[in-house]
């Protein structure tokens, strides 16, 4: 398996060779030259394999430069119900994943909606699921060429503290990661800023998290500067992030179907599109998906452009900060690979398209035939706000007796207007309840429950710098702690 760029680097490189990178030399994103296909079959023979077996089938169809019993020893250290022992009561721990049937709503009122949950990790968010194998990979690398890495990260809410907790005390690796200065919940923020691991170092940037999302960029794209200090990232650029995500796709249809070409639908809480995109991935790898629905919130970039095919990207004063924070973001940086495959994997239009973003702020697909494009892959869109949101949270305490997150009830918000009869529809559930308290408070009059190992973690000493939003001012606390 080979990867190539987004924009035409010419260089094909394997997946130990991108692990520990994010951007191509040319500033694209990487993609395998060719997207491994599962047949119905295939599918039908994984029906009882655990999550960790599951992973190994999958992810050996795009890291084959990985030794077979290395992989399966990493899968199987990583995806097991020790690490994801934060799930619901009643739930099955052992899927790792567990389906929770709702209800049966739509028109019909006989389409299932569902809920995956995704946050049964160390940190209480779906970013978990690829970050924890990540940590393990990067190890893994890093031990066997006996070199060491520095990761770059910018975060909006739960991948920074996933990463964080998948890295602390691993071997050869510090972790810088960026989020806004005071744009988080008071959870998350402790999540990360309680940290006292020598490898982790956060910085509160003095913005919104597209600054932090740009200055990871231009620290990626000074070539010298990424070289000399090996930087790596861990941001959903990365793409063995991407890969590990695509897993659970596979197995939420493998929990919703009960035979071969059985259709299921996703939503998805979208903000830097890494998760959805995943679910891209596996549609085109042919898991029998009918629609994948994008959900954002009133930073409604996406949802813009899969109704009216204009990507516009929003400055950072036009950026609200919302009660599902983790999604306000404006410039989606692994857009870039869905439309790379809308455009035909085309990267010299890939590379124009990209240069008026940069240029004018975003472009126009309106009736061309890419726009078209996008319901062949099956994508459709909708909106949530804070007003939406709460009334969700209400409603699904009051009718099914359960508690969700902010950005999980955008994605029940949106799902609802998408149900096809009789077609499950499975919403990813993003994080825990206990992750926004606020929120929660105003919906439900009541706080949220949590694990009994982050009580009182508001509490706890905060390690943290508050930096201005500027490259360089990065580039030199970075170089000031690795002595590089």
Same mark, same amino acid.
């Given at each position: 398996m080979k990867y190539q760029s987004t924009r035409g680097h010419r260089m094909p490189q394997t997946f130990s060779e991108i692990l520990l990178g994010g951007l191509a030399p040319d500033?694209?994103?990487? /993609?395998?030259?060719?997207?491994? &296909?599962?047949?119905?079959?295939?599918?039908?023979?994984? !029906?009882?394999?655990?999550?960790?077996?599951?992973?190994?089938?999958?992810?050996? $169809?795009?890291? =084959?430069?990985?030794?077979?019993?290395?992989?399966?020893? /990493?899968?199987?250290?990583?995806?097991?119900?020790?690490?994801?022992? @934060?799930? $619901?009561?009643?739930d099955n721990i052992a899927d790792i994943t567990p389906l929770r049937l709702l209800g049966e709503e739509g028109a019909d009122g006989k389409t299932p909606l569902h809920l995956l949950g995704l946050s049964n990790g160390?940190?209480?968010?779906?970013?978990?699921?690829?970050? &924890?194998?990540?940590?393990? +990979?990067?190890?893994?690398? %890093?031990?066997?060429?006996g070199q060491e890495l520095n990761i770059l990260g910018a975060t909006s809410g739960d991948t920074g503290s996933a990463a964080e907790y998948a890295m602390r005390g691993k071997r050869g690796i510090r972790v810088f990661m960026l989020s806004p200065h005071n744009k988080m919940s008071a959870f998350q923020t402790a999540q990360m800023f309680s940290l006292q691991d020598e490898n982790i170092f956060n910085l509160a940037i003095e913005g919104v998290f597209d600054d932090c999302q740009d200055i990871v960029k231009a620290v990626? @794209? =000074?070539?010298?500067?990424?070289? $000399? &200090?090996?930087?790596?990232?861990?941001?959903?650029?990365?793409?063995?992030r991407v890969v590990a995500q695509v897993v659970y796709y596979f197995k939420g249809w493998l929990?919703?179907?009960?035979?071969?070409?059985?259709?299921?639908?996703?939503?998805?809480?979208?903000?830097?599109?890494? @998760?959805?995109?995943?679910?891209?991935?596996?549609?085109?790898?042919?898991?029998?998906? =009918?629609?994948?629905?994008?959900? *954002? @919130?009133?930073?409604?970039? %996406?949802?813009?452009?899969?109704?009216?095919?204009v990507y516009r990207v929003r400055k950072s004063a036009e950026t609200y900060h919302t009660s599902s924070p983790s999604m306000d973001i404006s410039k989606a940086s692994n857009f870039e690979r869905f439309?790379?495959? %809308?455009?035909? &994997?085309?990267?010299?239009?890939?590379?124009? +398209?990209?240069?008026? %973003? =940069?240029?004018?702020?975003?472009?126009? +697909?309106?009736?061309?035939?890419?726009?078209?494009?996008? $319901?062949?892959?099956?994508?459709?869109?909708? !909106?949530? *706000?804070?007003?939406?949101?709460?009334?969700?949270?209400?409603?699904?305490?009051?009718?099914?007796?359960?508690?969700?997150?902010?950005?999980?009830?955008?994605?029940?918000?949106?799902?609802?207007?998408?149900?096809?009869?009789?077609?499950?529809?499975?919403? +990813?559930?993003?994080a825990l309840p206990a992750k926004f308290a606020d929120t929660i408070r105003e919906a439900l009059g009541r706080e949220p429950e949590r694990p009994a190992s982050f009580e009182g973690i508001e509490a706890l000493p905060q390690r943290f710098q508050v930096m201005a939003a500027d490259a360089s001012l990065v580039k030199a606390y970075i170089a000031e702690h690795t002595g590089l």
């Amino acid at each position: 398996m080979k990867y190539q760029s987004t924009r035409g680097h010419r260089m094909p490189q394997t997946f130990s060779e991108i692990l520990l990178g994010g951007l191509a030399p040319d500033g694209g994103l990487y /993609l395998p030259e060719a997207y491994p &296909q599962v047949s119905a079959d295939e599918l039908e023979a994984w !029906r009882e394999l655990s999550y960790a077996d599951l992973a190994f089938e999958i992810l050996s $169809r795009f890291c =084959d430069d990985i030794p077979a019993a290395d992989l399966r020893a /990493l899968t199987g250290k990583t995806y097991t119900p020790e690490v994801y022992c @934060n799930a $619901r009561p009643g739930d099955n721990i052992a899927d790792i994943t567990p389906l929770r049937l709702l209800g049966e709503e739509g028109a019909d009122g006989k389409t299932p909606l569902h809920l995956l949950g995704l946050s049964n990790g160390p940190t209480l968010a779906f970013k978990d699921m690829a970050m &924890q194998l990540l940590g393990n +990979l990067f190890e893994y690398a %890093l031990t066997r060429a006996g070199q060491e890495l520095n990761i770059l990260g910018a975060t909006s809410g739960d991948t920074g503290s996933a990463a964080e907790y998948a890295m602390r005390g691993k071997r050869g690796i510090r972790v810088f990661m960026l989020s806004p200065h005071n744009k988080m919940s008071a959870f998350q923020t402790a999540q990360m800023f309680s940290l006292q691991d020598e490898n982790i170092f956060n910085l509160a940037i003095e913005g919104v998290f597209d600054d932090c999302q740009d200055i990871v960029k231009a620290v990626s @794209n =000074d070539l010298d500067y990424k070289a $000399r &200090q090996k930087i790596g990232t861990v941001n959903s650029i990365n793409w063995a992030r991407v890969v590990a995500q695509v897993v659970y796709y596979f197995k939420g249809w493998l929990l919703a179907t009960s035979g071969p070409g059985q259709k299921v639908s996703f939503c998805v809480p979208s903000g830097n599109f890494g @998760n959805v995109c995943a679910g891209h991935i596996a549609r085109m790898m042919g898991l029998p998906i =009918d629609k994948l629905v994008v959900a *954002t @919130n009133e930073n409604d970039v %996406l949802d813009e452009f899969f109704r009216t095919g204009v990507y516009r990207v929003r400055k950072s004063a036009e950026t609200y900060h919302t009660s599902s924070p983790s999604m306000d973001i404006s410039k989606a940086s692994n857009f870039e690979r869905f439309v790379f495959d %809308l455009l035909g &994997q085309d990267a010299g239009k890939l590379a124009a +398209l990209f240069r008026d %973003l =940069d240029t004018n702020g975003g472009f126009d +697909l309106r009736g061309t035939p890419e726009f078209e494009r996008i $319901r062949e892959f099956g994508f459709v869109s909708g !909106r949530s *706000t804070h007003a939406d949101r709460v009334a969700t949270i209400r409603d699904l305490s009051s009718r099914y007796g359960i508690t969700i997150d902010t950005h999980t009830a955008d994605g029940v918000k949106v799902a609802r207007e998408h149900l096809t009869p009789g077609v499950p529809m499975l919403v +990813l559930e993003t994080a825990l309840p206990a992750k926004f308290a606020d929120t929660i408070r105003e919906a439900l009059g009541r706080e949220p429950e949590r694990p009994a190992s982050f009580e009182g973690i508001e509490a706890l000493p905060q390690r943290f710098q508050v930096m201005a939003a500027d490259a360089s001012l990065v580039k030199a606390y970075i170089a000031e702690h690795t002595g590089l």
